[in-house]
């Protein structure tokens, strides 16, 4: 597993609890680290965020009508 610059990763015995973060990116190969008690760390799970679709929550502009009609004649 990758570990970057910056990552936290947190003990997942109860008893210990501890807490890294990465001061320099390093490679492990598809294994996470360790605690210094002995147990398997991880990352705090993060959602992944779509923002190639963000385009879609916006708003759409209000119309003032068909244009050429601003004072209601044809």
Request: aromatic content about 6%; charged content about 25%; proline content about 7%.
């Amino acid at each position: 597993m990758m570990m970057r610059l910056g990552d936290t990763w947190n003990c997942t015995n109860p008893a210990c609890n501890a807490r890294i973060q990465v001061q320099t990116e390093s490679r492990a190969d598809g294994v996470n680290p360790r605690c210094v008690c002995g147990a398997r760390m991880k990352k705090k799970y993060t959602s992944p965020v779509f923002r190639y679709l963000d385009f879609l929550r916006a708003e759409e502009p209000v119309l003032s009508g068909q244009p050429g009609r601003e004072n209601g004649r044809g």
